[in-house]
């Protein structure tokens, strides 16, 4: 009965978007409040229904409803209950409705917090909205329909969870950048209705740019819990494999930063108006290009679901109509993206620009890295890879003049900027900066690696530069609390964002040019040296968890005959499908991480097994979560609050001279 509920829920969700699609639109083309106001009750409605539907599936996997054909491919009885929630995104068929719960959550958040936003402008986001959700509903329905039932018989019990998938990393990773995925969705529909309503002005930029930031924030910690999950899961102790369906996020990714920046552009000078529609249209296609890559059947991967082509032609066709369409739409508007503000070559705007030239260039090189080997397997039938070769070659270099202009552009000033300026207020910085970058990885690790050297330069170079902008913006205050208070959170934010930029290459360099890895056969007793530290493999124990049995190693790690901690990895067996399994044992320091991967044990007892030590690489995490925290506070910009406020007070004026009539009054 539930699973019916289920899929009734999702039906009347279906009539609701397309109520949704069409009515508010009509009333924003005709003028018609009422119709307009239909937007947001619609919206709640869309939710509650498509939040049920949820809901029913998550009941059907909680208690063992193996007639459903979805909960029998991905559960267990002896799945813990975690991971029996959890399973609902294991395949592809829940994941894609979680997709569509995350899309109605930023519906609904649209509907809330946007009475800022005029009423017909709204219409026509909310609107826009429920079209991609229409067709998303379409496709689960017709062809990856999660409450199908097992006919005729129901199977006793299920397959169980893919094993790799029975982690934390799998709990928080998956929703998390569908999230900052679907958040793309509401920038590309602020970007059509401003198209559409034909205003392309400093104020849609305005409305935009918080609900582009919180997104491009949570698709970054989307990134960051990704490369995490991958360094302790995945047993090669790296942290971005540059794998084809995990590059599509950090396409999306890299076109949402240069949108952030685009928007900060058109909302400050009215500037850069054509270039900031077209990325919003772009990072939408990342992130449904991710969305075909994982569905289609084109790979077989842990990360992707689906191998039926006609699910991919589905996904297909909604990405064709949605990009198509908005791309059609940007060429009749192109009259509208004339812009006529001009600025300098050495200006704010002219830095920006160049940043956002290198991202969108730095984008394109992994989607042709990525689509390659597919395009060139469709035409050919051969198989062709692109590895991390290629990706290095050519994403590094990009990488280098983005983060040197990071420092230069805040810095500048809008419309034009004098050399001798520039000069003065870097030059010291960049002598210190290149001064400590060669002399700190010296002092440290005494080695001389070039990369390493370039990395913690520029990073020392973002990093002081943002304290010297710091210092300069608050020295004539009267004291050091009154000069914080006169900064708005957008600089904040854009402060943090930037110094989690370079904390980030601080760890990607040192990890890159330090990391030491051994692989090594020892038996009871023995030890091997790696770097400063000593491995002594010790006793061996069996033991069983709820729904797997295994063994696990004991290993002592000492420095200089001194104790330093104990590492056990284990290599699991899982009782339902028998599916053996690695895991990693880490011992996470600020410094330094060493991380041990279990083998095979061969005839005469030995254990295979690899052995790290990687200095720095808790950096990049970090470093990611400065930028996630960074673009949360400057969504929270006081402006956008005050804006709120004036709207609510000028509609309550309103209301009060004109108690018979009801509208939505817009700043």
């Known amino acids: 009965m539930i699973p019916e509920l289920g899929q009734f829920s999702l039906i009347l969700a279906l009539n609701l978007c397309i109520l949704l699609s069409l009515f508010p639109l009509v009333g924003a083309v005709k003028g018609d409040v009422f119709l307009m106001g239909l937007a947001r009750p619609l919206t709640v409605g869309v939710f509650v229904f498509v939040g049920l539907a949820y809901l029913a599936l998550t009941v059907t996997f909680a208690t063992d409803d193996f007639s459903v054909l979805y909960v029998a491919e991905h559960s267990n009885t002896l799945l813990p209950d975690r991971y029996k929630l959890t399973a609902v995104w294991g395949g592809h068929e829940g994941s894609f409705l979680l997709w569509i719960f995350m899309l109605s959550g930023w519906m609904l958040a649209v509907a809330r917090f946007s009475r800022s936003v005029p009423l017909d402008f709204l219409a026509r986001v909310l609107s826009i909205l429920g079209m991609l959700c229409v067709g998303y509903l379409l496709f689960l329905l017709a062809t990856s329909n999660p409450f199908d039932r097992v006919v005729p018989l129901a199977p006793l019990d299920g397959s169980d969870l893919n094993s790799a998938l029975q982690d934390f990393g799998f709990i928080v990773h998956p929703p998390t950048l569908y999230m900052g995925y679907v958040g793309f969705s509401v920038v590309f529909a602020f970007a059509m209705a401003a198209l559409l309503n034909g205003r392309l002005d400093s104020a849609w930029a305005r409305w935009c740019r918080p ?49 952030v920046h685009s928007l900060a552009v058109s909302e400050k000078r009215g500037a850069f108006k054509s270039w900031t529609v077209m990325l919003a249209i772009l990072a939408f296609a990342g992130s449904l290009l991710g969305t075909f890559i994982t569905r289609s059947g084109l790979l077989t991967s842990i990360h992707a679901f689906a191998s039926d082509p006609e699910r991919g032609i589905f996904i297909l066709g909604i990405l064709v109509l949605s990009v198509g369409g908005g791309l059609l739409l940007y060429a009749v508007r192109s009259p509208l993206l004339k812009g006529g503000v001009g600025f300098h070559l050495s200006s704010r705007e002219m830095f920006l620009l160049t940043n956002n030239v290198l991202l969108v260039v730095a984008a394109a090189s992994v989607l042709l890295g990525t689509l390659f080997p597919m395009v060139f397997q469709a035409l050919t039938g051969k198989l062709i890879s692109i590895g991390p070769p290629y990706f290095n070659a050519i994403f590094v270099p990009l990488m280098i003049p983005l983060v040197f202009f990071m420092a230069v552009g805040p810095i500048s000033m809008w419309k034009s900027t004098s050399i001798p300026f520039m000069i003065a207020r870097l030059s010291k910085v960049g002598i210190l900066s290149l001064a400590l970058g060669i002399g700190l990885p010296l002092l440290l690790t005494l080695e001389f690696d070039l990369w390493s050297i370039v990395g913690v330069s520029f990073a020392l170079w973002v990093s002081l530069s943002m ?14 609390l009154e000069g914080v208070r006169s900064l708005q959170p957008s600089y904040y934010g854009m402060q943090l964002a930037h110094i989690g930029v370079a904390i980030m290459v601080v760890g990607i360099a040192l990890t890159s040019a330090y990391s030491i890895e051994k692989s090594v056969l020892l038996q009871n007793g023995e030890s091997t040296a790696l770097g400063s530290f000593d491995f002594e493999i010790g006793d061996v124990r069996t033991f069983s968890g709820p729904n797997f049995s295994g063994q696990e190693v004991v290993i002592s790690v000492f420095k200089d005959n001194s104790f330093v901690t104990e590492l056990l990895p284990q290599r699991r067996v899982y009782i339902a499908s028998g599916t053996p399994s690695t895991e990693m044992a880490i011992d996470a320091g600020f410094l330094r991480d060493l991380f041990v991967t279990l083998g095979d044990q061969k005839e005469n007892g030995a254990w295979s097994m690899t052995l790290y030590v990687k200095p720095f690489v808790r950096w990049i995490w970090l470093g990611a979560l400065f930028m996630v925290l960074g673009g949360l506070i400057s969504a929270a910009d006081k402006r956008y609050r005050y804006l709120q406020r004036a709207v609510e007070e000028k509609k309550a004026n309103y209301e009060t001279h004109h108690p018979d009539r009801l509208v939505d009054v817009g700043v």
């Open 211 to 259: 609900w582009a930031n919180v997104a491009w924030a949570i698709l970054t910690l989307g990134l960051c819990l990704g490369s995490w999950w991958a360094y302790y899961e995945l047993g090669w102790g790296g942290w971005w494999a540059w794998d084809p369906v995990e590059n599509p996020p950090l396409i999306t990714w890299l076109l949402g930063t240069a949108l």
């Open 467 to 480: 304290i010297n902008d710091f210092g300069k913006k608050i020295r004539n205050k009267s004291n050091l």
